[in-house]
DNA sequence: AACCAGGATCAAC
DNA sequence: GTTGATCATGGT
């Protein structure tokens, strides 16, 4: 695809690249006005391949042609493209252009990628290697929601396997969009959930009353991303924290992949394995290997977790 | 048949 | 504050 360079608001066409009224060069979705939605700009640098089977989402699923589809936000989606371009079709839900800023933010549009490889590169040989073979990873900002229970299910448990729980779920109280998709249940469907089903059904084990629990009480609107916008990072952490079935690991998680805090960094047994094994440290608990990490990489901690978690994986033929 | 997986919880020290 | 047992499930 040829780079386009128009303005937003009078372009509507795919791969606006657009000039804000900042000056700055502002990059994001443009929409064809009837179905698809395209970002291209030299250095998008995606792999949907990457960032979709990366261990930060469960739900998106991989077509024979290579193309990828999931619901996100209520629409059923089919991502193409790779590396300076993303297209995205809406297959089911409506389309409009105001979409476009939400997959903007989804995407992470707003950030450089390529900077942020640069910079962790350039921090040791490790940290190089892993940035190669991570390249194309983009970090979603996923609905709070959903990656609170998506991890609270992945505890002690393994992708494939927290992959089918999730699809249970989704199955068993979230909206049907197709005969093969359904969205991810509202809090309110699943705050109603019975433990023991979520266990019987979807498989979940001892984690569904951890499931219910949780769901009531973002039901209740005692947690939601606009309060928690409102306060410091530390009592957004206290207060997800207290969630049933959210520990500190978990907790990382939801904050590095809902895009609340970037420099997040969980440590599980595959960064203990990646410290050990690539960095030469062991250190006694997981709580001081991830105050290791968040002083090593710093701002970038989080970005430079999935790298090294994705990097390690592949290694160990994963 | 034990061990493992993007760990959390609770009791006991 | 730290440690150990226990917690379903399915794959190896």
């Given at each position: 695809m040829t780079e386009t360079i128009l303005l937003k608001e009078s372009s509507g066409l795919p791969g606006a690249e657009c000039s804000g009224n900042s000056g700055k060069i502002m990059k994001g979705f443009g929409f064809d006005g009837v179905d698809t939605y395209t970002v291209s700009f030299?250095?998008?640098?995606?792999s949907a391949d990457k960032t979709f089977d990366?261990?930060?989402?469960?739900r998106w699923k991989k077509n024979d042609d290579d193309s990828w589809e999931a619901v996100v936000k209520g629409r059923l989606l089919r991502c193409e493209g790779a590396d300076d371009v993303i297209s995205i079709k809406c297959l089911e839900g409506d389309c409009d252009d105001g979409f476009s800023a939400i997959l903007d933010d989804y995407f992470d549009i707003g950030t450089d990628y390529g900077a942020l490889t640069s910079e962790l590169s350039i921090k040791d040989d490790v940290m190089s290697k892993a940035c190669e073979v991570s390249s194309g990873i983009r970090l979603l900002k996923q609905d709070l929601f959903e990656t609170v229970i998506s991890f609270i299910v992945s505890a002690n448990n393994n992708i494939p396997r927290i992959k089918k729980c999730i699809e249970n779920i989704c199955i068993s109280y979230g909206e049907k969009i197709t005969d093969l998709y359904y969205a991810f249940p509202t809090p309110e469907a699943l705050s109603s959930a019975d433990p023991a089903d979520l266990t019987k059904y979807c498989r979940v084990g001892y984690r569904g009353p951890y499931i219910a629990e949780t769901a009531k009480i973002f039901a209740e609107g005692s947690i939601s991303l606009d309060m928690l916008n409102a306060e410091s990072l530390e009592d957004q952490r206290k207060k997800l924290l207290s969630?049933?079935?959210?520990g500190p690991k978990v907790l990382n998680c939801i904050m590095l992949f809902s895009g609340i805090d970037r420099t997040a960094f969980p440590v599980d047994v595959w960064v203990e394995r990646m410290m050990d094994e690539l960095y030469g440290i062991k250190l006694p608990d997981r709580n001081r290997l991830e105050k290791y990490g968040k002083e090593y990489f710093g701002e970038n901690a989080g970005l430079a977790q999935q790298y090294l978690f994705y990097y390690i994986r592949n290694i160990h033929g994963k």
């Amino acid at each position: 695809m040829t780079e386009t360079i128009l303005l937003k608001e009078s372009s509507g066409l795919p791969g606006a690249e657009c000039s804000g009224n900042s000056g700055k060069i502002m990059k994001g979705f443009g929409f064809d006005g009837v179905d698809t939605y395209t970002v291209s700009f030299p250095g998008l640098l995606f792999s949907a391949d990457k960032t979709f089977d990366c261990g930060q989402c469960f739900r998106w699923k991989k077509n024979d042609d290579d193309s990828w589809e999931a619901v996100v936000k209520g629409r059923l989606l089919r991502c193409e493209g790779a590396d300076d371009v993303i297209s995205i079709k809406c297959l089911e839900g409506d389309c409009d252009d105001g979409f476009s800023a939400i997959l903007d933010d989804y995407f992470d549009i707003g950030t450089d990628y390529g900077a942020l490889t640069s910079e962790l590169s350039i921090k040791d040989d490790v940290m190089s290697k892993a940035c190669e073979v991570s390249s194309g990873i983009r970090l979603l900002k996923q609905d709070l929601f959903e990656t609170v229970i998506s991890f609270i299910v992945s505890a002690n448990n393994n992708i494939p396997r927290i992959k089918k729980c999730i699809e249970n779920i989704c199955i068993s109280y979230g909206e049907k969009i197709t005969d093969l998709y359904y969205a991810f249940p509202t809090p309110e469907a699943l705050s109603s959930a019975d433990p023991a089903d979520l266990t019987k059904y979807c498989r979940v084990g001892y984690r569904g009353p951890y499931i219910a629990e949780t769901a009531k009480i973002f039901a209740e609107g005692s947690i939601s991303l606009d309060m928690l916008n409102a306060e410091s990072l530390e009592d957004q952490r206290k207060k997800l924290l207290s969630l049933p079935g959210v520990g500190p690991k978990v907790l990382n998680c939801i904050m590095l992949f809902s895009g609340i805090d970037r420099t997040a960094f969980p440590v599980d047994v595959w960064v203990e394995r990646m410290m050990d094994e690539l960095y030469g440290i062991k250190l006694p608990d997981r709580n001081r290997l991830e105050k290791y990490g968040k002083e090593y990489f710093g701002e970038n901690a989080g970005l430079a977790q999935q790298y090294l978690f994705y990097y390690i994986r592949n290694i160990h033929g994963k």
